[in-house]
């Protein structure tokens, strides 16, 4: 269902975990003084706490100079490379992403979130899993960015789900830009409930299952646990789950921007998931706010005409997004 319930049902592949990262930093780089032969993609780690470790690769340009950076922020389930686990969407659309930008002077950072990918294991109980956990492994990770070598502006990305962290996350720490691809501009659980009333009328779910789901996603919009649900919606809805979505459904995307410093916004005109409105919404939140539309890019930034023809992992990234976020960056001022 093109993740038309993503926003919940990608949560059943993830492993949740509730330690917060530490400050502690730790990367199998010492120095970054040697000057590589082309872009380094190198393997580097922060302390997730309890003993374990969170993991993501840092793609450099070569520049004689400082350069722009980017911490990319993951969707739901993505590892990162933009992959989910098992038989889930194939997109490598961040590892695309870096490459690209890299190939424009810009450094990234893409990482494996807490419970996904290298980082599976930076996990406890799915009961105590927050949505701040997330910001504040965020928090971590752009710590460790800003004590690179060469980086001068520094941004946070977020993708889909990660848009929102993104946003929280540059409330936290000082950040250059907060760049935001394929993000809703409103909260989750009216995002959620969208889902479930097109997966009705288009035969993916049962009305007695639509009216359940409805059900539970008010009650838990209204900050209560629903109890054990009916068998079929338990990927969505599962007793441990409960806790993270009621940390999430409510927080407004707008408002997590009011106090942003500069935001660049990117939407596909082919996203299926979202509409211009979305993008629209969340420009009215920061200062100084740019919106991209991308012509013929979907949710993942893909240009596919065909995507059930087209395998995700093949489909090209429309070229316009690491042009428009590379100008961008390179024309803000950062001391």
């Known amino acids: ?187 989750a659980a009216a995002v959620l409930a969208g889902q479930l009333k097109l997966a009705n009328e288009t035969g993916g779910m049962d009305k007695a299952n639509y009216d359940q789901a409805v059900q539970i996603l008010n009650t838990l919009s209204n900050g209560k646990p629903a109890g054990d649900p009916p068998e079929k919606l338990k990927a969505l809805f599962r007793s441990s789950v409960q806790p993270y979505l009621i940390s999430w459904l409510d927080l407004n995307p707008v408002d997590a921007l009011k106090n942003a410093p500069p935001t660049l916004i990117l939407q596909g005109t082919s996203d299926r998931q979202l509409d211009a409105a979305d993008a629209q919404k969340l420009a009215s939140g920061p200062k100084f706010a740019r919106v991209a539309m991308i012509p013929g890019a979907d949710h993942d930034m893909k240009l596919r005409p065909d995507a059930k023809k087209d395998p995700d992992i093949t489909a090209p990234m429309a070229p316009q997004v690491s042009t428009t976020i590379a100008d961008f960056l390179k024309r803000l001022k950062w001391p």
């Open 1 to 187: 269902m093109i993740r038309k319930l993503a926003a919940a049902a990608a949560l059943s592949s993830l492993a949740f975990g509730a330690a917060h990262a530490q400050t502690t930093l730790k990367s199998n780089e010492d120095t970054f003084a040697d000057a590589p032969a082309g872009p380094i993609d190198s393997m580097v780690a922060v302390d997730a706490g309890d003993d374990q470790l969170l993991y993501g690769s840092l793609l450099r340009p070569l520049a004689g100079g400082s350069y722009p950076t980017v911490l990319i922020l993951p969707a739901q389930g993505a590892d990162r490379n933009g992959n989910a686990p098992a038989d889930g969407p194939k997109s490598n659309m961040y590892k695309m992403l870096a490459e690209d930008l890299a190939a424009k002077g810009v450094a990234s950072l893409r990482i494996d979130k807490r419970g996904v990918g290298a980082s599976k294991k930076a996990i406890s109980r799915e009961e105590d899993l927050r949505f701040d956990t997330y910001v504040e492994d965020a928090v971590t990770w752009a710590k460790f960015l800003r004590a690179q070598p060469k980086v001068n502006c520094m941004a946070i990305l977020g993708h889909g789900e990660g848009a929102l962290v993104a946003a929280l996350a540059a409330q936290k720490i000082k950040v250059c830009a907060v760049i935001e691809i394929s993000g809703a501009g409103r909260p």
